[in-house]
């Protein structure tokens, strides 16, 4: 029995043994798998496939078994579409047709059809594959190649469903229109119809170009359309004694609009000159003067509040109110914030927003026992509003280090599944937007408890973007380990050191802006960690002497921060200091910024935040003041309170003024 015992623990050794062995081993060829695959990308990327030939054989071996093997050799035949072989192509996409690379291949594949003249192969790979997506592209050269087959009945009505839009069409419509004139079948009814569309989405060039098909009057109307929208002061001031007529009373109110967002004090003048002239309907006068006093108080301009309360019942929108509201915090009106909040509706009213400047305008008129309540609830909240409701309370902030509970057994689960593999090695090998695309696909699928260990995994990987946006989604804020991790922390510390800012400051501007991303691109063009514009990034790497190669240098992680830490420098110098312009700033722009702030005096940083006229702006400076809050604890294991950096807002310095 001894012997039986022993042999048999030493079975057990010899196995715990080769697996940990064999583990060792796939550990080590996932990672040779992943070097081998970045060294050759950009060569394959640029359709040169020698990269990989040139490789020893046993890395050539291992590369085809590696999960991104399909991606690599999809990449290759993008890159030459023009010159591999149809059998090439349709051999990969059988092999590989439920993976991205396949189906991102196969839409190239299709345009090319149509870029030899195979309209008919076009048609085959459109009805198996796009038909009933609504994409304008893809249809209209289904619609050639049906024409060009001879098969006319089945494009009219299709045809002329693309027709009617009102904007202009992608140019791959353009023959399948020609055929519809030819044919007869664009008629005045139809210009007159897609005429409307075009005036009603404000697209007065396609309009006036459909206006030349009707008679010359819907050129006229068009063109005086491009007018209230190109110079809206001086058709307001051109149309004062002009003949009534609905379209005129349209245009008018598009110009008083147009003329609102430039001058609202300007457009206010003239709306009130021209509202005398023309029969408006009540409607039309309401939403203008609304229009009007809304961007009066944005502005910060004077009798604000008095064309807001001014207002009729229908137009004191929640808009309104929350504006009437800011500009009696603005003006120290207590008793009139008071009154504002109690206008709002119920779902309003208990926003942290609201419940707090009601607790806040409480206290200011001698109503402690009522604010209290207030208070104390919202000090709960670990936001930007509860941490201020704790500092009024002399509260600790509800920071633990309490993380999410992980189950391995699920997690290894999540991990094994093949499309989160996939996810994986994208974001290891630096395909980081591709990965997130594969992963948000990957996670849609899964049950919560599933989800949930995802996110620890992803965080596991530092994959913190994926993370701390698949916790959100469960509703899980309570992790603050995951939610706010310290990636790249080195390059953080010493760039802002040199910058001569806060690291917990950068942190919370690089986290409210890309959520740790480096290779993230805005809609309006800014790119990585930190989010710099080119041109920004180029000009504060010409001012720190940093070699500068546009979206390389953008995408890499310490030049970005670097160059994002600068910035974010050069806004605190511009603002003496002052995080809360230069946080506004750095999302709006310091032109902006520098036009909100006070014309003499100094306003309470808190009053300033709440009046900042962009919503997007508004917001983001207070979740970077509460990350920054809690970055502070991450890294330095104690509270610093939020009210600490509130410095007032101050007026405009001569210097500012210089710039």
Request: overall charge positive; hydrophobic content about 40%; some cysteine.
């Amino acid at each position: 029995m001894k012997i039986r015992s022993l042999v048999s623990s030493l079975v057990l050794v010899a196995g715990i043994f080769l697996a940990a062995t064999a583990s060792a081993s796939q550990k080590s060829d996932i990672e040779r798998q992943r070097e081998l695959f970045r060294a050759v990308f950009a060569d394959v990327e640029r359709g040169n496939w020698s990269a990989v030939e040139q490789l020893a054989v046993a890395d050539q071996q291992l590369l085809q078994r590696y999960v991104l093997w399909p991606d690599l050799r999809a990449t290759w035949l993008k890159a030459n579409i023009r010159r591999v072989s149809d059998v090439e192509v349709d051999t990969f996409l059988l092999k590989y047709a439920t993976l991205k690379p396949a189906r991102e291949l196969r839409y190239r594949y299709a345009l090319n059809k149509v870029r030899d003249g195979d309209l008919a192969g076009y048609l085959t790979i459109y009805e198996q594959f796009y038909q009933g997506q609504d994409i304008a592209k893809l249809d209209c050269l289904a619609l050639q190649a049906e024409l060009k087959a001879g098969r006319y009945t089945r494009v009219d009505r299709r045809a002329l469903d693309l027709w009617m839009v009102g904007k202009s069409q992608v140019k791959e419509c353009d023959p399948v229109f020609a055929y519809l004139d030819k044919q007869n079948l664009l008629g005045l009814l139809q210009y007159q119809e897609r005429y409307a569309l075009a005036i009603e989405a404000r697209e007065f060039s396609l309009a006036r170009w459909l206006g030349k098909q009707i008679d010359s009057q819907h050129v006229s109307i068009a063109t005086e359309w491009r007018k209230a929208q190109s110079d809206p002061e001086d058709f307001l001031r051109r149309k004062r004694s002009a003949a009534d007529n609905a379209t005129l009373r349209e245009q008018l109110v598009y110009a008083a609009e147009r003329l609102t967002y430039r001058d609202p004090e300007l457009a206010a003048t003239l709306w009130k000159k021209v509202s005398k002239r023309y029969a408006f309907s009540e409607s039309q006068k309401m939403l203008t003067l609304q229009h009007i006093a809304l961007w009066t108080a944005r502005d910060n301009l004077p009798g604000a509040y008095k064309k807001l309360i001014s207002l009729p019942a229908p137009a004191q929108s929640e808009e309104v109110l929350r504006w009437r509201a800011r500009v009696s915090l603005r003006n120290g009106n207590w008793r009139d914030v008071l009154r504002d909040i109690g206008a709002m509706s119920a779902e309003e009213r208990n926003s942290e927003e609201w419940r707090y400047w009601q607790s806040y305008s409480l206290n200011k008129t001698r109503q402690p026992l009522a604010a209290q309540p207030l208070l104390e609830s919202l000090s709960n909240e670990r936001s930007y509003y509860g941490f201020l409701a704790a500092d009024d309370l002399e509260k600790d902030y509800p920071l633990s280090p309490t993380g999410l509970a992980p189950d391995e057994a699920i997690i290894a689960r999540v991990a094994s599944k093949p499309a989160v593999v996939r996810a994986r090695e994208l974001y290891f090998v630096g395909q980081d937007g591709r990965g997130r695309s594969e992963w948000d696909a990957a996670i849609r699928y899964l049950s919560d408890d599933e989800k949930l260990q995802a996110a620890i995994l992803a965080n596991r990987w530092g994959w913190h973007s994926r993370a701390i946006a698949t916790a959100a989604s469960l509703g899980e804020y309570d992790d603050l380990n995951l939610r706010y991790p310290l990636p790249f922390r080195e390059a953080f510390e010493r760039s802002s050191t040199d910058a001569s800012i806060a690291t917990t400051w950068a942190y919370g501007i690089a986290r409210s802006e890309s959520l740790f991303m480096r290779d993230v691109r805005s809609h309006a063009g800014a790119i990585g960690l930190m989010q710099l514009m080119p041109a920004t990034g180029r000009e504060v790497a010409k001012e720190i002497k940093l070699s500068y190669s546009g979206l390389a240098t953008l995408t890499n992680p310490d030049a970005n921060i670097r160059l994002g830490t600068t910035y974010l420098g050069m806004m605190a110098e511009r603002y003496d200091g002052n995080r809360i312009p230069a946080t506004a700033a750095y999302n709006a722009g310091p032109h902006r910024v520098d036009r909100w702030l006070p014309e003499s005096g100094g306003i309470d940083a808190r009053i300033w935040i709440e009046n900042i006229p962009f919503n997007e702006t508004r917001a983001y400076v207070k979740r970077v003041l509460a990350a920054q809050t809690i970055f502070h604890w991450r890294m330095n294991g104690d509270v610093k309170r939020l009210s600490a950096d509130l410095a007032r807002v101050e007026a405009r310095s001569e210097r500012l003024a210089a710039n």
